[in-house]
């Protein structure tokens, strides 16, 4: 499913000053063919094209994997390009194809509107289903499998909206994305909401859509789904791009080939700083449109509460070393049975350690202690920092406030999730501070035998 051509010895090839590709190996050129170009023309392939735009401007060696639409399926690879005489010398390897179906079960692909749905769908450009997720068929009395190759339309019975309009067939005329196609599952009559976005080739072509279909009688998305939808679309299409952002930022100022301008290095460590930013407001985001959902709700599990706090102090170890401020942790010897879900916690952990080295001054610590009082567990994060006025204590728990705008921060989001999740849990999160006596943030959950 995702083999890896390990044999095939890298694909070679240079791009002159001014991006015409000049030298290429038959598999580089037949790659760029089928993207809409030739030997001697500018490079047709956009990823790589931009890489080698990037290559000539910066002149530094800039390795990356890049990811491209090909027919069913994702072709990946790993593209080394350097500075040669002017021109740029590529080195590709690491070819990678990827179906669709394995796309749809690891959650991948395209951006997915309709974080609401219960199992997922993708067609090329003919509306011929190409993959389903296993969750879809034992109920409605056919096997997934059996489904492929025909007709969405085979599958789902269409039906027009209050206006007589079929929201499906309308996005496919303008190649865009949809919501609110209302269908029923042919085999069973189940009634769906399907939701949908475009998928597209390596030329930027329509190549399908990839959707979801929602069960309608586990109650209909709520009036401000559209918020929602626009919030999952909004990650998706923003997590990747900022992914690589943050990664070449970093590489650039690693310097991994010798040495760059000081000046360069400084505007990679900036651009990674935002691109940073910028990638846990969209997590805050997400967040916040899960846990104000109705009938959101978190795992109640064991856990051991000390172990997640050294897991989440072991995860911004690096930060607070960067900040010059040490983290006091619980010993390992130390347990702490309580019940909760165990990725929400480490989340609630992970944004009040990180808090508290935000606001810690250099030379300062952290402490991260646990401890039982009676049927509560605790874990209490605190500080050296400057405090908080008891004026602003509640007001730190609101959506999207900050007490000083202009100290570096993130969005506002981080206290208000971490409590809207720990009062989830059956918990709370309480706040002990003061002007110069630094914070006690303290996570409370159920605790157990």
């Given at each position: 499913m995702n083999a890896v051509d390990r044999d095939l010895r890298p694909v070679r090839g240079r791009l002159d000053e001014t991006g015409?590709?000049?030298?290429?190996?038959?598999?580089?050129?037949?790659?760029?063919?089928?993207?809409?170009?030739?030997?001697?023309?500018?490079?047709?392939?956009?990823?790589?094209?931009?890489?080698?735009?990037?290559?000539?401007?910066?002149?530094?060696?800039?390795?990356?994997?890049?990811?491209?639409?090909?027919?069913?399926?994702?072709?990946?690879?790993?593209?080394?390009?350097e500075p040669d005489s002017g021109g740029v010398r590529l080195?590709?390897?690491?070819w990678r194809e990827r179906t669709a179906a394995a796309r749809i079960e690891e959650g991948q692909g395209p951006p997915l509107v309709a974080s609401y749905g219960a199992w997922r769908w993708e067609t090329d450009a003919a509306l011929r289903l190409i993959a389903l997720s296993s969750q879809a068929g034992p109920r409605d009395g056919f096997h997934p499998a059996a489904v492929l190759g025909q007709p969405l339309?085979?599958?789902?019975?269409?039906?027009?909206?209050?206006?007589?309009?079929?929201?499906?067939?309308?996005?496919?005329?303008?190649?865009?994305?949809?919501?609110?196609?209302?269908?029923?599952?042919?085999?069973?009559?189940?009634?769906?909401?399907?939701?949908?976005?475009?998928?597209?080739?390596?030329?930027?072509?329509?190549?399908?859509?990839?959707?979801?279909?929602?069960?309608?009688?586990?109650?209909?998305?709520?009036?401000?789904a559209s918020i929602d939808l626009f919030v999952t679309r909004l990650g998706a299409a923003l997590r990747a791009p900022l992914g690589h952002i943050i990664a070449n930022a970093d590489s650039i100022g690693a310097a991994p080939d010798g040495p760059i301008q000081d000046a360069y290095v400084g505007y990679a460590a900036d651009i990674s700083t935002a691109g940073r930013h910028l990638l846990g407001l969209v997590d805050d985001l997400a967040d916040l449109e899960a846990i104000e959902r109705p009938g959101f709700a978190v795992a109640r599990e064991p856990i051991d509460l000390a172990d997640l706090a050294r897991r989440a102090a072991g995860l911004l170890a690096v930060r607070a070393s960067a900040a010059e401020v040490s983290i006091e942790?619980?010993?390992?010897?130390?347990?702490?049975?309580?019940?909760?879900?165990?990725?929400?916690?480490?989340?609630?952990?992970?944004?009040?350690?990180?808090?508290?080295?935000?606001?810690?001054?250099?030379?300062?610590?952290?402490?991260?202690a646990v401890e039982r009082r009676g049927g509560t567990a605790t874990v209490t994060v605190a500080d050296q920092g400057k405090g908080i006025a008891p004026g602003d204590h509640a007001r730190v728990f609101d959506k999207f406030e900050r007490i000083d705008p202009a100290e570096p921060g993130g969005s506002g989001l981080g206290l208000y999730i971490a409590r809207r999740l720990a009062r989830a849990m059956g918990g709370d999160i309480t706040l002990e501070s003061a002007p110069g006596d630094g914070t006690r943030f303290t996570l409370l959950l159920p605790a157990r035998a």
């Open positions: 015409r590709l000049v030298e290429a190996d038959s598999r580089l050129a037949d790659l760029n063919e089928a993207a809409g170009g030739a030997m001697g023309a500018p490079l047709a392939i956009p990823g790589l094209a931009d890489v080698g735009r990037l290559v000539r401007k910066l002149g530094v060696t800039v390795s990356r994997k890049l990811v491209m639409a090909d027919g069913q399926g994702d072709l990946e690879l790993w593209v080394r390009a080195a590709l390897s690491a339309t085979g599958l789902f019975a269409l039906a027009e909206d209050a206006d007589g309009g079929l929201p499906l067939l309308a996005a496919l005329a303008i190649n865009q994305p949809f919501e609110g196609q209302q269908a029923a599952v042919r085999p069973s009559g189940r009634r769906v909401v399907l939701a949908g976005v475009p998928r597209r080739d390596r030329l930027g072509a329509f190549a399908g859509f990839v959707g979801t279909a929602f069960d309608v009688a586990a109650g209909a998305p709520r009036a401000s942790r619980p010993v390992e010897e130390a347990a702490l049975a309580a019940t909760g879900e165990f990725r929400r916690v480490l989340q609630i952990l992970v944004n009040l350690i990180g808090n508290a080295i935000r606001y810690a001054p250099p030379g300062s610590r952290v402490s991260v």
